[in-house]
């Protein structure tokens, strides 16, 4: 395993409410991800990061903010969560000679 | 960016050899093809990686020909438990750092006793 884990698994909120979802990984690895997965769509990133305090938007960053302050933690924000972004939320890390990556089990987020 | 095309399903019976082919007409120079497994709520497991020819690890192969405009992952003789959905992906994630990949839906295979 890539040491690589979500918090929480499980949330359910109301819209209008702030959300934060967190990655941890022990692995000391630079580049750690945030995407969403929903039915009819592959695997959409919604930010990156490439090492602490560097962050970038991926193709659906709006409405979310992250935040890195240490190499191990990504965190992901939903400042006032909406329906929309009901999903279920994948953290990963890159590593490996290849450039793999190495995926959390992932937090099934439900805004009602 | 390259995109892949693969098929949506396929079916297969236990202790038969799957192969699932993906259609990559545009890839870079710079490219490979990265292929990963997702099981029900999980994440995707990476599988395998290659640039050309044929690459083979303790799950599967890989075969790409000279073009590279396609390639092939090879299950041999699966079992229930590859029942999943396959990803292929192309892109410069060796030099790169991924954030340009492009997630198609994938090909859901089910493996039938």
């Known amino acids: 395993d890539a040491g690589i884990t979500q918090s929480p698994r499980h949330k359910v909120t109301e819209t209008g409410t702030p959300v934060t979802l967190r990655c941890h990984q022990t692995?000391?690895?630079?580049?750690m991800y945030w995407y969403r997965q929903d039915p009819g769509h592959g695997l959409r990133l919604i930010h990156y990061s490439y090492g602490v305090k560097d962050t970038d938007k991926g193709e659906v960053s709006d409405g979310y903010s992250v935040s890195r302050s240490k190499t191990e933690d990504f965190l992901l924000t939903l400042e006032s969560a909406t329906s929309s972004q009901t999903s279920v939320y994948f953290c990963?890390?890159?590593?490996?000679?290849?450039?793999?990556?190495?995926f959390g089990e992932g937090s099934r987020l439900t805004v009602l | 960016l390259a995109k892949t095309t693969q098929p949506i399903s396929m079916d297969s019976y236990e202790g038969q050899e799957v192969n699932i082919t993906c259609s990559h007409n545009n890839i870079a120079t710079n490219d490979y093809i990265t292929w990963y497994q997702q099981f029900p709520s999980q994440g995707p497991r990476f599988i395998i990686q290659?640039?050309?020819?044929?690459v083979t690890n303790e799950v599967a192969s890989l075969f790409i020909p000279a073009d590279r405009k396609s390639s092939t992952l090879s299950l041999p003789r699966v079992s229930l438990s590859d029942t999943a959905v396959y990803y292929c992906?192309?892109?410069?994630?060796?030099?790169?750092?991924?954030?340009?990949?492009?997630w198609g839906l994938g090909t859901s295979l089910a493996v039938n006793p």
């Open positions: 692995e000391n690895h630079r580049y």
């Open positions: 990963a890390i890159r590593g490996g000679d290849t450039g793999e990556l190495f």
């Open positions: 290659g640039y050309k020819t044929k």
């Open positions: 992906l192309v892109g410069d994630s060796v030099a790169g750092n991924n954030r340009k990949l492009i």
